[in-house]
């Protein structure tokens, strides 16, 4: 079954951003997303540590360990930009003032619940600032593949895993699809064209909600 | 992404009869005269905005500005922690004839309350006021032996604040105290409309000196010379 | 019977204020006690509007309006001011951060409840800063005349008028006396060397503890 | 009035044992290393301070600033809410080993927590965790028509901080993203202890420039060419 590579699903979740939308990121394969905005549009980008509007990385040996986003990854200013402190920075979170916040997830309900931070009790829990980043933002996305690497959905009737947030989620781009939550429902947006919505249905976890409106989820080549 | 707009008018548009504002100073120190001026300017042509709840430290001084708001008859409540000036007799006479209500909050439980609104923090606990009258009909709660009154966040449909410096992203600096409540209600108002005395490209206020940052500001408008309200109060003047 | 000026009562209560100790002043009357810092000693002065470390007026003709206290009086700056937003000015004030607050009242009452903020129901009410100053500093303090124009007692068993805080005032300095509130009872501390305790007594409207070491209340002419 | 102290021993006296200390910094900008060197220096010279809690964003990095405090044994709980980096077994073997208890805190929680503390606010509601297993057994309550859980201030016997400029009373600027935590620890500690490149006399910081006002700074001690966390752990270094 053909899908999408991780750069395909990450530029399909920036078309979605708006020129001068502020975005938060989450780490890791969220952030490839930032590669992706449009022409002539220009996201504002927010790290939880306090920075707006940071850019891309800087060259290897030009890092300044000060000016570093989430990841603790080295990032570079755009002009424009801000400091603030961690306070200030989850006061944007948790008072609704990102437009968009794209997030990594291990498993998303049809409510809207995301796992995204424990796969269980072993080992050492750390959840960052992925409780807050799913309160707030006014559109919550996550990006994924579509079934985990053993196969089994990814996108389910409720989540086995322990809960970052409840009914935070309002879009999922997966690796086959984009989908929509609404009221308690998946419901289908976009698809490969390859792809029945049979198929679909098959390694989806609950049930697809599809209107007559559904497109084929197309990409370039990444 | 540029934020500014050609004029105080465009700067107003949107603010509509019942509405909720949060109007930045703390007496003449950060009072956006000529945003408060230009709405007074549409509610005479027009008749709206009208009914209004402005949040403010105080309630208007002389015959301009937030004053000059009462006197027109736009404002239907007033909440605020000292509704007393040099010259309050816009707010007093209204009040005392029962036309204007009035919720009055400790300052600092006001600006923590407005800091919660943009914050995403629905209720606080505060030492402020418990016991007091201002706490009757509040939630109490005792935490490690002391006793608190729980407020709630606020917020508003739109803000009317000064600034000093601003970018065309909306990133501000204040001059001196003038910042005061600007800040906060920068953040809990869903349309946040700054006047400012100087605008400059991205780029051109330091990171790390910006006091709003940008995401909070809806609109800029630049007003190169502002009048200052307690400059205005002291030499009589009057909007009409 | 004599009494202390208002000037010598602000001298007594600046006696008490320790060099390099954060202080607010409360508008009127306690703006006062500023001018009579011991020589080498400096307090630093909060306002509620957002500065520390602010001076003296400045002269007529010179003010920026943009530079002001709580009463809206036109201010300086000492070197090493700051300036800040009204939250975080009453975080200094609720989180305890002040080392000394003196307030002027209509009313104290020996448990620590003050009243200083409304008369009763006529009028137009205003609280401004009062009631988030009587909390958090290390020391509420109150000056005042021993009785009102009319002669009643304003140190009292029970205040009568509306309260500013529940069991917050520490030290009273009086035209009369030095009072200290200590588990619910008035302490003198220091009283006029021309008068008997039981002069104090007799105005003032709840018991007096006195201790063994009542000290002369002394202060230069004013 | 001069809060500098003349040397690392002298700024961090006091701190002693069962101590709970906020620490600045996130990752390694804004990490107090010499300071927090200067601590362990001590706590193997005397033994003391030992049984820490320590607040900070993460539980340490490779072998060097918060990492050593645990590699060396002083510390028996953290409060944080990413416990892991690059190279965090100091605090991984200790844990796995049941020898250093974890209160896990969302980042945004946390930092408002600590501002609480600092501000007098002993509780708030937040969205954050509600429903989660992190809200397990705290409040909870409904705000118009939405669910929160109501979280506790935090506040420290010190905190330990770095800062890009100081005056000897204590004002301070912070250098970019070293910022992050340390305003709000610096209020919400008992003792604020700060490291700074440079310290200035009193009027050369802007006021309007100043992040964190001196009347929240204890000591000050002045460490000109500050180590950057990130950049030791990157070439391997250990402090034993």
Redesign the interface.
């Known amino acids: 079954m053909s899908k999408l590579s991780n750069a395909q699903i990450a530029w399909r979740a920036a078309q979605d951003i708006e ?2 939308a ?1 975005v938060n990121l989450g780490i890791g394969f969220p952030e490839m997303v930032a590669k992706f905005q449009p022409p002539g549009r ?1 996201a ?1 980008f ?8 940071f850019g891309e990385s800087p060259a290897e040996g030009e890092e ?5 986003n989430a990841g ?1 990854k080295a990032v570079t ?22 437009d968009v916040a794209i997030l990594g997830t291990y498993e998303v309900a049809e409510n809207g ?1 995301l796992a995204n931070w ?1 796969t269980g009790p072993k ?10 980043l799913v ?2 933002a006014k559109r919550v996305a996550v990006i994924t593949d579509h079934v985990t690497k053993d196969g089994r959905p990814k996108l389910v009737k409720r989540c086995s895993l ?5 009914g935070c989620v309002t879009r999922v781009y997966s690796s086959l699809a984009v989908i929509d939550i609404e009221a308690g429902r998946f419901v289908l947006r976009e698809k490969l064209a390859g792809m029945s919505i049979d198929e679909l249905q098959a390694v989806t976890g609950a049930e697809l909600l599809v209107t007559a409106n559904v497109g084929d989820l197309v990409t370039p080549e990444l | 992404m540029d934020k500014t707009v050609p004029d105080l008018a465009a700067a107003i548009a949107g603010i509509d009869d019942g509405m909720t504002l949060m109007i930045g100073g703390f007496g003449g120190a950060g009072a956006p005269i000529e945003l408060i001026h230009a709405l007074i300017d549409r509610f005479k042509a027009t008749g709206r905005p009208g009914n209004l709840t402005l949040i403010n430290n105080n309630a208007g001084n002389g015959r301009i500005g937030i004053a000059a708001m009462i006197d027109a008859g736009m404002v239907s409540k007033m909440v605020c922690s000292f509704p007393r000036s040099s010259d309050p007799r816009a707010f007093t006479e209204k009040y005392l004839a029962g036309e204007i209500a009035l919720e009055l909050v400790p300052q600092g439980t006001l600006a923590e309350r407005i800091r919660a609104g943009g914050a995403g923090i629905p209720a606080f606990y505060t030492p402020t006021s418990f016991g007091t009258d201002l706490a009757a009909g509040k939630p109490t709660a005792e935490f490690e032996g002391r006793m608190y009154v729980e407020e709630r966040w606020l917020k508003a449909d739109a803000a009317l604040l000064k600034a000093e410096r601003a970018d065309t992203m909306g990133n501000l600096t204040y001059r001196k105290a003038a910042r005061n409540f600007s800040p906060l209600m920068a953040a809990a108002a869903r349309l946040t409309i700054v006047q400012a005395s100087e605008v400059v490209a991205p780029g051109e206020i330091d990171p790390e000196q910006v006091i709003t940052p940008g995401i909070f500001v809806t609109r800029v408008v630049v007003v190169p010379a502002p009048q200052q309200e307690e400059a205005l109060i002291r030499v009589g003047a009057a909007y009409q």
């Open positions: 020129d001068g502020y220009q504002i927010h790290t939880e540590n306090g920075i707006l509007n300044d360990w000060d000016l570093i603790k200013l755009r002009p424009g930009a801000a400091f603030f402190h961690h306070a200030d920075s989850f006061a944007m979170v948790r008072g609704g003032h990102l619940d424990s080992g050492v829990p750390a959840v960052g600032g992925a409780m807050d309160h707030g322990p809960l970052t947030g409840v």
